[in-house]
């Protein structure tokens, strides 16, 4: 396929890498991992293969072959040579036709299977773009050629679409630690009652809160760097909790209050800035 138009980002994305960690290099991987996955099965791919992750959409590709696609995650527009089509369904999509996907009407992040999968090469394992660590493949740019594997096996057609509307507002679970012996015992009491909004700043590295800061105790310090993992809720000095994603870094100097289940963070993926966040501490 040739990008037409590369929207505000869109990135190749899979499973991510896993189990390098220990080689300092994090997950990636698309950021709505049950909105990937469906694509895929839309379309008659394995799970893990490649997709495009289209942040506020706006993408626009033109077939070089006859191929089928199918878009899901955040509800857009979809238009095959400006014809609208369905939108969470397999689409057929004729050799030198666009295929173009609008603005979300809610939610983030958009995302654009192709029969046989986007054929980049792998980096460790993985063909994700991961924009912290300059892994894989760069954001997608106007006039880029991608490679489409092979078809590899029939599509799969749902009615209805089983999937979640994106978030009007993020409930996270919460377990406390590493670090949280480094803040007051106001700021936990915050935590159970504050509420923060998602900051625009946000990105695939983290979701950035706004709202109440987390006070630390006085007289700890700094600490040396330390790994980080996903979901933890890093607190900076401005005690603004960042929730890290999947480009998060692999290390970080700053306290980590406590980790939100990675269940929980596909919705996080989806949060447009402004969206309401309150914490709940996990029961485990």
């Known amino acids: 396929m040739e990008?037409?138009?590369?929207g505000p980002l869109?990135?190749?994305?899979?499973?991510?890498r896993v189990g390098v960690a220990a080689l300092g290099?994090?997950?990636a991987?698309?950021?709505d991992p049950d909105a990937r996955g469906l694509?895929?099965?839309l379309v008659g791919n394995t799970p893990d293969a490649a997709v495009l992750e289209a942040t506020l959409g706006g993408v626009a590709l033109r077939a070089l072959e006859?191929?089928?696609a199918a878009v899901v995650g955040a509800p857009a527009p979809v238009r095959v040579d400006g014809r609208a089509v369905a939108w969470g369904a397999p689409v057929p999509v004729p050799a030198g036709a666009v295929l173009a996907v609008g603005a979300p009407t809610s939610g983030l992040r958009c995302y654009l299977a192709v029969a046989g999968g986007f054929a980049v090469p792998p980096v460790l394992g993985s063909r994700s773009a991961d924009l912290l660590a300059g892994l894989g493949p760069p954001p997608l740019a106007a006039g880029q050629l991608l490679p489409v594997g092979p078809p590899t096996g029939p599509p799969c057609w749902i009615d209805p679409l089983p999937l979640p509307a994106p978030p009007r507002e993020l409930l996270l679970r919460l377990d406390l630690g590493p670090r949280a012996d480094w803040f007051t015992p106001a700021a936990l009491r915050t935590l159970d009652a504050g509420r923060w909004t998602v900051s625009s700043a946000s990105n695939r590295v983290g979701l950035r809160l706004v709202g109440p800061a987390l006070e630390r105790l006085p007289g700890r310090g700094e600490l040396?760097?330390?790994g980080m993992v996903l979901g933890a809720v890093q607190v900076p000095p401005d005690g603004l909790p960042v929730v890290f994603l999947a480009d998060h870094p692999t290390t970080g100097g700053y306290p980590v209050l406590g980790v939100v289940p990675a269940a929980d963070l596909t919705a996080a993926g989806q949060a447009v800035p402004g969206t309401p966040v309150r914490?709940?501490?996990?029961?485990r």
């Open 25 to 27: 290099v994090p997950r």
């Open 3 to 6: 990008v037409v138009r590369p």
């Open 279 to 283: 914490f709940t501490r996990s029961m």
């Open 10 to 16: 869109t990135t190749v994305q899979d499973g991510g």
């Open 39 to 41: 694509a895929n099965r």
């Open 29 to 31: 991987g698309a950021l």
């Open 224 to 226: 040396p760097s330390e």
């Open 66 to 68: 006859p191929l089928l």
